[in-house]
């Protein structure tokens, strides 16, 4: 077995801030994803990477940097809030892509006031 | 566009009926599809999965049905109680591990089961 973390829980930030979410797994495994859940929409992808080092972009890239700094660790960055934003970020990761079940963090939930 | 398309938003049912959840997808590449459960407050977790070379895949009260010729599959759960009330993700993509090929998650629907 293994687990996810996501730190903060929760992040408020101001407009034009830039924040930084942080994801932890220890199931060793090589792919690391971030989504954006938004009421209605389903899981979007942001992110993904297959390796250390490596970066791939989603489907909702723009306004997002990513980093992953060793397998264990991928990091989202959303470079400027928007104001009234509200979502909840979420990390996974997986063996590999295709179909791998993917593991999911508890989640960051994101207010921007 | 959207790719994968759960055609039900929110689903309501009586304790101890049967229920279906659809997903429909365009891209006929896809062979491999699967259920996530989410509770709130709580992460998706992998309910049910089938490859495509198959039609249907049953777990307990749980059965994936896939008709690849028309790019849909659904999930039927039978016997349905309240603590099946949830979000059900639907996800489809290439099964091989290689290149680019992530899953594409469907919009939810959210379910709820009346006692």
């Known amino acids: 077995g293994g687990i996810i973390t996501q730190t903060p829980k929760f992040l408020i930030g101001q407009e034009g801030q830039k924040l930084t979410l942080k994801c932890q797994q220890n199931f060793n495994h090589d792919t690391m994803y971030w989504y954006r859940q938004d009421s209605g929409k389903g899981l979007r992808l942001i992110y993904y990477s297959i390796t250390e080092n490596d970066l791939q972009k989603g489907d909702l890239s723009e306004g997002y940097d990513a980093s992953r700094e060793k397998k264990s660790s991928f990091s989202l960055t959303v470079t400027s809030a928007q104001k009234n934003e509200m979502a909840v970020f979420l990390c996974?990761?997986?063996?590999?892509?295709?179909?791998?079940?993917?593991?999911f963090g508890p989640g960051t939930r994101l207010t921007v006031l | 566009g959207q790719q994968v398309k759960q055609s039900s938003p929110s689903l309501t049912v009586q304790e101890g009926g049967i229920l279906i959840l659809n997903c429909d997808y365009e891209?006929?590449?896809?062979?491999?599809f699967a259920w996530y459960k989410k509770y709130p407050d709580n992460s998706p977790t992998l309910l049910i999965s089938v490859r495509s070379n198959v039609d249907k895949r049953e777990d307990g009260r749980f059965t994936v049905f896939l008709n690849k010729s028309g790019k849909h599959f659904s999930l039927h759960i039978t016997a349905s109680q309240p603590e099946d009330t949830a979000v059900y993700l639907c996800a489809a993509g290439p099964m091989a591990t290689g290149g680019n090929n992530k899953l594409t998650f469907g919009q939810g629907t959210v379910l709820s089961v009346i006692p």
């Open positions: 891209n006929d590449m896809f062979d491999y």
């Open positions: 996974a990761s997986s063996i590999g892509l295709g179909g791998q079940e993917q593991y």
